[in-house]
């Protein structure tokens, strides 16, 4: 590849980050973003990165997959880390930010960087511009994903994703709820105020798995083949799985020991907060189907939330994703087009955290490619390498996924607890993207630096790190 322009397609996580590595890296990126022209159904604003779930990124600690994932990002100098830490709000042992100030802060780099020319349009066929990177989540257009699908020679495949509401805190009634993260996990007395908990006696958490069935739920169209993420179901379709399930999923009590009786409940509803001023709380783990109208007669049958305020209501909304098994070589590029690459949800990299580091990869690729070198993969023992592989795995029945410790190589020392093992393969991971960094002229970050404070459930994180370096 001799041009030293990159088109990327989509400003969410993953086309942000990508676009913001690769200028940092001294190359012009046009970036193809239909916003604030056209929006989809489950955006709200016209800023990029919009984090239209949750604003949670999960698990903190590097016994977590996702905890050491981000650790990873952060020693690469991930942009969408930079602003998540900068943005952050108290979350007990997850790492979750304002949505808001997140947001606007990835499009107030973007839109500053000199070398990234956003061009406001919906996109409905491929540019025909190489090198190429589309990162156009898990919403792409209709005709997009038609031309995506001549393209590649395959369809494309399409589940449904549910969004969870929020409910204004001056709603709540605090007298029925208590605050406590689960376990006690969190290292100031602010992290514990970051979930509140709606407990349920038995009666009650029947009643409501009951109300959850019956309740009118949103029908997809008739064209439609409804396929969930097992990590991301509605909260109704996990009831109807069985009466207890829903209390050994999102409503599971185990941690969290109500102040009123010394006990923990029988069913728990957890509510965290999706700012630092705490004026609004997502209920974890409620996404749903459920009609507007019946979102907010059911859950008000909730301790606590009988006369709460929806600031968002629950939602559903398509992913959709390709084949990267059959379609994409190891560099994220497609083996019967070079020159195009993808990276985010549409390669079923599910997660924001995920999404933005597959994103981190391409731009890595891509910069190896417009140098007319060959391109050196991070290790397959870390996180990234993971991700890598679990893009080549079961190519006849291809799903989304998180990143787990199953997708990197298994622990082949000596026989050892979970929680160690996994912290074992944390630091191999680590030890062995240190070295990868480097050898390819990355930097040489500090591994203990990172393991005391990151193995015990905090991380580190650089607080205020508003500016943005070499965009």
């Known amino acids: 590849m001799s041009s030293n322009v990159v088109t990327i397609i989509g400003a969410g996580l993953a086309g942000s980050e990508a676009a913001l590595q690769l200028a940092a890296r001294g190359y012009r990126v046009r970036l193809l973003e239909q916003k604030p022209l056209q929006r989809t159904p489950a955006q709200t604003s016209d800023s990029f990165c919009e984090l239209v779930c949750s604003n949670s990124f999960r698990g903190a600690a590097l016994s977590n997959a996702v905890g050491l994932l981000k650790q990873e990002m952060r020693w690469l100098g991930s942009f969408v880390m930079k602003a998540a830490d900068a943005t952050r709000v108290p979350a007990g042992g997850a790492l979750a930010v304002d949505r808001d ?11 500053e960087s000199s070398s990234i020319e956003v061009i406001a349009g919906s996109v409905e066929c491929l540019p025909d511009e190489r090198p190429l990177l589309i990162a156009t989540g898990p919403l792409t257009g209709d005709a997009l994903a038609r031309d995506i699908a001549r393209t590649i020679g395959a369809e494309h495949l399409a589940y ?3 969004i969870a509401p929020i409910v204004t805190a001056d709603s709540i009634d605090w007298s029925k709820v208590f605050m406590a993260s689960r376990w006690d996990k969190g290292d100031s007395p602010e992290d514990q105020r970051a979930y509140v908990n709606c407990p349920l006696d038995r009666a009650q958490y029947e009643a409501f798995v009951a109300a ?25 379709v996990m009831a109807e799985r069985g009466p207890r399930t829903l209390a050994f999923g999102p409503m ?44 907010q007669r ?12 929806f600031a968002r209501y629950g939602a559903i909304h398509r992913n959709t994703f390709i084949n990267a098994p059959r379609l994409l070589d190891g560099t994220l590029q497609l083996r019967a087009r070079p020159g195009v690459y993808f990276a985010g949800q549409i390669t079923g990299s599910e997660g924001y955290v995920e999404g ?30 993971g991700l890598l592989t679990q893009m080549q795995r079961n190519p006849d029945d291809y799903q989304p996924s ?21 912290e074992a393969l944390a630091v191999r991971a680590l030890t062995e993207l240190r070295d990868w960094m480097q050898v390819n002229g990355l930097g ?12 015990s459930g905090a991380e580190t994180a650089t607080p205020g790190a508003e500016a943005a370096p070499g965009a």
Not at 356 to 380: C, D, E, H, V
Not at 444 to 450: E, K, M
Request: proline share 9%.
């Open 444 to 455: 040489s970050p500090d591994l203990q630096a990172v393991l005391a404070p990151a193995t």
């Open 212 to 236: 959850l069935l019956a309740g009118q739920k949103v029908q997809p169209k008739s064209f439609e083949d409804v396929r969930y993420f097992e990590g991301c179901l509605p909260v109704e």
């Open 101 to 111: 100030a997140f947001s606007e802060l990835m499009t107030r780099w973007v839109r």
């Open 356 to 385: 933005a580091a597959s994103g981190w990869l391409a731009a890595w690729f891509m910069a190896a490619a417009l140098q007319g070198r060959s391109p050196i993969p991070p290790p397959p023992s870390t996180a990234h390498g």
């Open 160 to 162: 449904y994703d549910a």
């Open 298 to 309: 059911i859950f008000r049958t909730l301790p606590g939330l009988e006369q709460a305020e």
């Open 252 to 295: 599971k009590p185990v941690g969290l020991t109500d102040p009123r009786t010394g006990r923990w409940p029988y069913a728990v509803v957890q509510l965290r907060s999706e700012d630092v001023a705490h004026t609004a709380y997502n209920m974890v783990g409620f996404q749903t189907r459920l009609t507007w109208g019946e979102q």
């Open 402 to 422: 998180n990143i787990t410790f199953s997708h990197l190589p298994p622990w082949q020392g000596a026989r050892l607890q979970k929680r160690a093992k996994y």
